[in-house]
Nanobody
C-alpha cells in the first residue's frame, strides 16, 4: 500500500516559480516510476513529467526546459520544480506512483498562475 502526500501548490505570477513535493510511503519507493500529471478545468488528465528508478526523465513538450522532475529516494520524495510559469500551466497537479500491481495517486494540489 502506497500513500502519496503532496505539497507546494499555490498562486504565483506568470514568470515565477514553484516547487511541488510528493512524499510517498512504502518500502520500495526506489523501484517505482514516479510522475506528475495535471488536469485543467474541462480537460483530461495529462502526463507532465516522469522519472524512472534509474533517473531517466521524460517531459511533455510544453514544459520541457522549464520544469524539472527529480527524486530523493532517501526521503521517498519526488519533486517538480516549475520555472517560468505561464497562465497555461494553471491546473490541479497530481503525483503518481507506478507500483507493482497498481498505480497510486496523490490528492492533487492546485497551481494557479496569474498574468
Amino acid at each position: 500500500q502506497v500513500q502519496l502526500v503532496e505539497s507546494g501548490g499555490g498562486l504565483v505570477q506568470a514568470g515565477g516559480s514553484l516547487r511541488l513535493s510528493c512524499a510517498a510511503s512504502g518500502s520500495i519507493f526506489s523501484t517505482y516510476t514516479m510522475a506528475w500529471y495535471r488536469q485543467a478545468p474541462g480537460k483530461q488528465r495529462d502526463l507532465v513529467a516522469e522519472i524512472d528508478s534509474g533517473g531517466s526523465r521524460n517531459y511533455v513538450a510544453s514544459v520541457k526546459g522549464r520544469f524539472t522532475i527529480s527524486r530523493d529516494n532517501a526521503k521517498n520524495t519526488v519533486y517538480l520544480q516549475m520555472n517560468s510559469l505561464k497562465a497555461e500551466d494553471t491546473a490541479v497537479y497530481y503525483c503518481n506512483a507506478r507500483g507493482l500491481l497498481r498505480n497510486y495517486w496523490g490528492q492533487g494540489t492546485q497551481v494557479t498562475v496569474s498574468s
